[in-house]
């Protein structure tokens, strides 16, 4: 950057969109990207409804809900006004000493919508931060019942929790970078991926291998964690609720606690509005975030029981020993309390039965593709798992050629949308993708 002889920075004048682009380029990491030839980006000027419109005109519909998080589309009117109120009222304050309607509202809202177990509520800055603290939470209530030696958890392969340390040591192995980080990250307990697959009929060994090292690291174990019925960017698989509902069983004979990850499926992407009612199982502590605040801010959220906040509580150390610097931040919450409550008045059920439906019918004709290893739908989620890992520059720019949004990894390209998506714009994103996986040129 130039500077003027005084130190004093260039003046503001507005960078053309090349300028834009090629600033970024060179200073702005990207997601998961290098700096040295990171995939192109766009720029993105605004966005209403299902559509991203760019800084050229051109107007995309987007498949990704800002991963997983934008449910009721962009700009919606209702969660504008939320935040412009609160925006009057008080931005921000500090949490110690002080608290404020939006985060005693939005916390008696989550303990009424969760399972009836879950009564307290850690607010935190992002998922990976609310997974720090499930498992903070989860090593605490063991020191305070006098185990020190609960230093380890237990997770299934497939999984993906974040990408803080505690998070990442609990992500699949192969996916999650652990020989990149090895020396660094905590050693974790892993069963196989969670079976069968959902809508399978589930039988006892299914679950042979997790009750085997479950019983097995039964004294050295803090926690069981997973994703309840759908494993997100860990591999996009769904799973039997009868897996999980087992899961909840041994839990309970051995006395592990159990932390349910929903980030990725809470507020109603899996058709139920948290995953844990397919198994009707309550966890220990659950993880909220990305769609908590509908995307507009980032807010997370770590529930828990009764039994696990008073048994830290009465520990050595008494209180939990967490405090982020934007906790419970009334913008965010008070965005947060609009969403929920907007998804709540609409007819989300329905709506995610439609997307359902829609992505079925746009989707599983590419099963019969030579590219194409797998189809699965379940709620507002569709994968299409392709036998080889696709060209990421060449398909980004198919789909934007398309007038979509969807952003795959790996072999995985598949479509989480807004409920409010109509008909017509789904079958635009169905039709891209199936297009899209069936050109060679788009796999590396
Ligand atoms: C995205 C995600 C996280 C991490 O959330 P961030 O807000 O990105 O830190 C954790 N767990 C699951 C299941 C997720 O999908």
Redesign the pocket.
């Known amino acids: 950057m130039t500077h003027s002889p005084d130190g004093s920075p260039p003046p503001p004048v507005p960078m053309t969109d090349r300028e834009l682009i090629a600033y970024d380029r060179a200073h702005i990491w990207h997601p998961y990207a290098s700096m040295a030839d990171p995939l192109p980006v766009h720029a993105v000027a605004s966005a209403s409804g299902v559509r991203l419109r760019l800084h050229d005109g051109r107007e995309l519909v987007d498949g990704m809900a800002s991963?997983?998080a934008a449910i009721h589309g962009y700009g919606h009117p209702v969660l504008v006004r939320a935040l412009h109120e609160q925006a009057q009222a008080m931005a921000h304050v500090m949490f110690g000493g002080l608290t404020h309607r939006p985060a005693v509202e939005l916390a008696r809202l989550l303990v009424e919508l969760t399972p009836a177990p879950l009564t307290r509520v850690f607010f935190a800055d992002?998922?990976?931060?609310?997974?720090e603290v499930a498992i903070k939470m989860a090593h605490q209530y063991w020191l305070s019942r006098g185990e020190t030696g609960r230093t380890r958890l237990l997770t299934v392969r497939g999984?993906?929790?974040?990408?803080?340390f505690q998070?990442m040591s609990v992500c699949d192995p192969v996916t999650g970078m652990h020989q990149a980080f090895e020396g660094v990250l905590a050693r974790q307990v892993f069963a196989p991926a969670p079976g069968p697959a959902f809508g399978q009929p589930w039988a006892e060994a299914h679950s042979a291998e997790f009750a085997r090292l479950l019983r097995a690291h039964r004294h050295e174990l803090a926690a069981v964690i997973l994703?309840p019925v759908v494993q997100?960017?860990g591999g996009m698989r769904f799973y039997s609720p009868d897996y999980l509902r087992r899961v909840r069983e041994l839990c309970d004979e051995t006395g592990v606690l159990l932390i349910a990850?929903?980030?990725?499926?809470g507020f109603g992407r899996t058709g139920r509005l948290f995953a844990c009612q397919w198994a009707d199982v309550a966890p220990d502590i659950l993880?909220l975030?990305?769609a908590l605040t509908g995307g507009t801010m980032?807010l997370?959220a770590t529930l828990a029981t009764d039994h696990v906040a008073e048994t830290i509580s009465q520990g050595r150390l008494g209180t939990l020993m967490h405090g982020p610097t934007f906790m419970a931040n009334p913008l965010a919450c008070a965005v947060a309390l609009a969403s929920v409550r907007l998804l709540l008045d609409s007819p989300w059920q329905q709506r995610v039965a439609a997307i359902e439906a829609g992505l079925r019918r746009g989707l599983e004709p590419c099963a019969g593709l030579g590219t194409v290893a797998d189809v699965r739908v379940l709620g507002a989620i569709g994968v299409v798992e392709t036998t080889r890992p696709v060209n990421m520059a060449a398909i980004q720019d198919f789909f934007v050629s398309r007038g979509v949004w969807v952003r795959p990894f790996g072999r995985l390209v598949y479509l989480m949308p807004p409920y409010c998506i109509a008909p017509a714009d789904l079958d635009l994103l169905t039709a891209a993708l199936a297009e899209a996986v069936a050109r060679k040129e788009h796999f590396a």
Do not use: N, P, Q, R
């Open positions: 991963w997983w992002s998922g990976s931060v609310a997974v999984g993906y929790h974040g990408d803080t998070a994703e997100g960017a990850d929903e980030i990725a499926t993880c975030g990305k980032t997370a």
